[in-house]
């Protein structure tokens, strides 16, 4: 039988389309640095497990289709504690923060709608969108200037009679950006003046580095009406494997109709949700230390680029990604090189190729995404190699 004509339109991640390169390099006894995923090794908050170790229940039943309520008032807390106003009754608990994102495109846009997304994005949006049957309206950034957005003229550009939203993902995956409060304030003007709705995805809000300013969607509380936070523990706590995050608005038509897709999915993990509140309650100490522990590496690996002939990169402020351009005519080429033809002393490195975080075609051809998410010696390692596998790669 043959497979419907809607997942022809569904992209694969282009994060993982290498992995086949990747173990088959491994294969050949080669040491593959993982710089391509945000897959952390900051070691998870151990209250968590303890937390699933003191679980007795005899039955494991049914969550809530909004989360458990232990959870929902932990994430309150936690909040209250970053200085946003957000009650428990605000939060829907999802299955990660991508089921978040899938549900605010379903409940605040209709098919054939768009959605309006600073490029490069985390590549997933398209897949989200795709489901909901939405279209992303890429807004272009540029590494010259640090990814910041463009001028409102340009935006305005952008739109269409069929824009109901703009999505703001700060700190940004895939480039590091924090955007600056003149940044969220034009988001704003510009929702204000054609009505939309803002979709802040911020999990990675705890990763800020350099002093630097922090602005939320939700430091506009006069726009609340408006505004939907996607939040998760996947990244701050790093428990990718825990699949909990949550989709949080005051627009109260906005939960009631969330609440619908809710109970078609029926609930979240119970399990993962336990773990979660001992995770949202964690004392501030892990935050920071990993806070520290991130920007160790970011720092290691800009000195390492800045070593490189010919890479165009900004020092991102926040997150733990950088995108960065290449001396090459084709970043995945190069990628599929350093895993195919590419070892030094039996090591090589894995990277993503940053054009499939632009929705515009032919953008990032020539750009990286690295994650810098192994400690500080194997991320200087990483960084080494991509160099001396450039310049070896540019002599072919």
């Given at each position: 039988m043959p497979v419907s004509k809607r997942m022809s339109t569904i992209p694969p991640s282009p994060i993982r389309k290498l992995v086949p390169f990747s173990d088959a390099a491994k294969k050949r006894g080669i040491k593959v640095y993982h710089i391509n995923i945000g897959q952390p090794d900051v070691p998870t908050p151990p209250e968590a497990f303890e937390a699933m170790r003191r679980f007795d229940e005899k039955v494991l039943s049914y969550a809530p289709s909004n989360g458990i309520p232990q959870l929902r008032h932990a994430m309150a807390g936690?909040?209250?504690?970053?200085?946003?106003?957000?009650?428990?009754?605000?939060?829907?608990?999802?299955?990660?923060?991508?089921?978040a994102i899938y549900f605010a495109f379903m409940i605040s846009l209709d098919t054939g709608d768009e959605v309006l997304i600073p490029e490069p994005y985390y590549a997933n949006y398209n897949g989200f969108a795709k489901m909901a049957?939405?279209?992303?309206?890429?807004?272009?950034?540029?590494?010259?200037?640090?990814?910041?957005?463009?001028?409102?003229?340009?935006?305005?550009?952008?739109?269409?009679?069929?824009?109901?939203?703009?999505?703001?993902?700060?700190?940004?995956?895939?480039?590091?950006?924090?955007?600056?409060?003149?940044?969220?304030?034009?988001?704003?003007?510009?929702a204000d003046e054609y009505d939309l709705t803002v979709i802040g995805d911020e999990v990675y809000n705890e990763f800020v580095y350099d002093n630097r300013e922090y602005v939320s969607v939700m430091h506009f509380p006069d726009q609340a009406r408006r505004v939907i936070l996607i939040d998760s523990v996947s990244k701050r706590y790093s428990a990718c494997g825990a699949r909990?995050?949550?989709?949080?608005?005051?627009?109260?038509?906005?939960?009631?109709?969330?609440?619908?897709?809710?109970?078609?999915?029926?609930?979240?993990?119970?399990?993962?949700?336990?773990?979660?509140?001992?995770?949202?309650?964690?004392k501030n100490d892990y935050l920071k230390e990993a806070r520290l522990e991130y920007k160790k590496r970011r720092d290691v690996v800009f000195e390492e680029l800045g070593h490189i002939e010919g890479v165009t990169f900004h020092k991102p402020a926040g997150a733990f990604y950088t995108v960065?351009?290449?001396?090459?005519?084709?970043?995945?080429?190069?990628?599929?090189?350093?895993?195919?033809?590419?070892?030094?002393?039996?090591?090589?490195?894995?990277?993503s190729p940053a054009s499939g975080f632009y929705g515009t075609p032919g953008k990032g051809t020539d750009e990286i995404r690295i994650a810098y998410v192994l400690k500080e010696e194997d991320m200087k390692r990483s960084i080494q190699l991509l160099g001396l596998a450039l310049e070896k790669y540019r002599n072919r």
């Open positions: 936690y909040f209250k504690g970053i200085g946003y106003d957000i009650a428990e009754k605000n939060i829907m608990v999802t299955n990660g923060g991508s089921e049957g939405v279209k992303i309206k890429p807004l272009t950034t540029k590494v010259e200037n640090g990814f910041h957005l463009p001028s409102e003229e340009e935006i305005k550009r952008s739109m269409t009679d069929k824009t109901r939203a703009i999505l703001i993902c700060s700190p940004n995956n895939p480039t590091g950006t924090v955007h600056t409060r003149e940044d969220m304030e034009k988001v704003f003007r510009l909990i995050g949550a989709m949080i608005t005051k627009n109260t038509d906005f939960i009631d109709a969330a609440m619908v897709l809710a109970q078609a999915r029926l609930c979240p993990p119970t399990i993962d949700q336990v773990m979660a509140v001992a995770m949202y309650e964690v960065v351009k290449l001396p090459v005519e084709d970043a995945e080429d190069f990628a599929r090189w350093l895993l195919e033809s590419f070892s030094y002393k039996n090591e090589t490195v894995m990277v």
